[in-house]
């Protein structure tokens, strides 16, 4: 079982749903994963626990959000050890700040940045909440992607001026693919999106056990499944499913990393 304590600057360390409703966002959820909730922010914040250990985050959008017409959507976070210096860094590179630097008292700094093309992603600075306590496990998040509206070799080097990740091409995989590496550990992927004209984003896969009884179970929720259960290299199978907000998210079953 993938328990975490810390993370190395770099790796991705969170994921969030950020909701236009978040108990039925709850609901859901809760019944696909077995997830059980923990407020953190009355009304606005939960930690979603598995057998007791913070797996994610679920929350509601906020007025800004809402105001602007934000969809409902998964939110992936990268670990870092300077809140502002990365802030600064990723100006410098071409991206921008939509939220922060901000103090979560008692957990440490977040803040919401853009890349050149748009995709919105998420940096911590642990003070002291490391993040996930457990990943790589069914009901926990198991991979991160970023499916941009350019080559990706031309989306990777501004996150790996920003966060020193190297890269590694995947011939045999859709979309130009290619894995993203930091410091030796596969740490994610970036490819160009299959959907014409849809916006640049990151991608969140939660594990599961049985990929088939998993969408059936997205279904009978009220989910849509989008890519039906895909076999990827020799690892396992994933799928890209909708929740009834239509917050886009992925399921693998397969073999999960440590």
Not at 44 to 54: I, S, T
Request: proline residues 7%.
């Amino acid at each position: 079982m993938g328990r975490r304590d810390r993370y190395a600057p770099g790796l991705f360390c969170w994921v969030d749903g950020n909701m236009a409703d978040p108990a039925a966002g709850q609901a859901f959820y809760s019944s696909l994963f077995g997830w059980e909730a923990e407020e953190r922010m009355p009304g606005m914040y939960w930690f979603e626990r598995l057998d007791g250990a913070a797996v994610c985050g679920l929350g509601a959008l906020m007025d800004e959000q809402r105001a602007a017409g934000v969809p409902s959507h998964w939110m992936s976070y990268v670990s870092i050890e300077d809140a502002a210096a990365t802030c600064d860094r990723a100006r410098e590179l071409g991206g921008g700040v939509v939220v922060g630097p901000l103090h979560i008292e008692g957990s440490g700094h977040m803040a919401l940045l853009t890349d050149p093309q748009g995709a919105t992603f998420g940096i911590w600075q642990a003070d002291p909440f490391a993040g996930a306590e457990v990943v790589n496990v069914p009901g926990g998040f198991s991979w991160n992607d970023l499916q941009t509206t350019v080559d990706p070799t031309e989306a990777a080097p501004f996150y790996g001026d920003l966060f020193g990740w190297s890269f590694e091409a995947e011939p045999s995989a859709p979309g130009g693919y290619l894995s993203i590496v930091n410091g030796g550990w596969g740490n994610g992927g970036i490819m160009r999106s299959p959907v014409p004209d849809a916006p640049a984003s990151w991608n969140v896969y939660f594990g599961v056990e049985d990929i088939e009884a998993s969408l059936e179970r997205v279904k009978s929720l009220g989910g849509q499944v989008l890519v039906g259960a895909t076999p990827v290299y020799e690892t396992g199978r994933f799928a890209v499913c909708t929740d009834p907000q239509g917050a886009v998210f992925s399921l693998f079953a397969g073999h999960f990393d440590d």
